[in-house]
């Protein structure tokens, strides 16, 4: 088995690496809280896949932390020849620890963080880390400052931010360029229902030469047929620790998901696989980051390389579905 033969590859922005068309997110399921084995196969079945991606931030799991421990574990027993086939990313920038050190964006919080990381990843760097979210407080040359440094020493291979709006992504290229440190890559939210990053940010990163790594394709899964009759106990809504509330899953909302699923079967496809095509059909985008909770998720996801193109009249329909405010 050749695992690359079938993985499409895009470049990221203006920069030598190329990633795989569908990356895995840790956010949720493989923290502690979850069953080691089910988040080991997952990894191991898209690393197979040709997902050569996997991307984490201090803080996931739950519990904070445990994400990047689960795949330390991993790598350590089943993947340590093929560390240098892997993409690692992993972030800071929320609430890892108690006091005024444990969050944001300040020098202090973002190197102590790639050090705990490191250790419970098992690894002597990442390929890429992230400023996870802007720091209203703190210089952006501050937080730009400890991103270069970080791999000026060689604890990461590459910078990337996420969560930054157009002004600020601009502003922080800027900085990183002038430092020697260009910005490889943006990892905002977008999905069919989060679409603020059309309003400016896609236009500035293809001016600024960053790619740019969309998470939640799915929405955190109301893209998926998971809630067309209800929500199921297992869901991220029906979850006590899950980030998606019942609140969320509105009488509206929910009728544009009966529609885009109907769109979705007209076209041989589940309501997942072309959520994840949507996001992939703009050029500025390098890489869709989805999550999993089985494999079989991971192959949904990649059955998109596979999928007919949209046609103009099912992106009109689309649109149409989702309405003005979209």
Known sequence: MNRYDDMTF?????????????????????????P??????????AFDRGITHFDLANNYGPSPGSAETTLGK???QDLAAHRDELIISSKAGYLMWPGPYGEWG?????IASADQSLKRLGLEYVDIFYSHRPDPDTPLEETMGALAHLVKSGKALYAGISNYGPDEARQAAR???????PCL???PKYSMFERTIESGLLDVLEEE?????????LAQGMLTNKYLNGIPADSRAGKEHGFLQPDELTEQRLDQIHELNELASGRNQTLARMAVQWVLRLKGVTSALIGASRTAHIDDALAVMSAAPFTDEELARI???LGPEA
């Open 319 to 321: 649109e149409s579905i």
């Open 74 to 76: 991993v790598l350590r």
């Open 36 to 45: 080691f084995e089910n988040a080991k196969s997952m990894l191991l079945h």
């Open 10 to 34: 895009r470049r990221c922005g203006r920069s030598g690496l190329r990633l795989p068309l569908i990356s895995l997110g840790l956010w949720h399921n493989f923290g502690d809280v979850d």
């Open 209 to 217: 030469g960053i790619g740019c790594i969309p998470f939640s394709p």
């Open 185 to 187: 890559i943006h990892q």
């Open 175 to 181: 900085l990183l360029r002038d430092m020697g440190t």
């Open 106 to 110: 300040s020098r202090k919080y973002l």
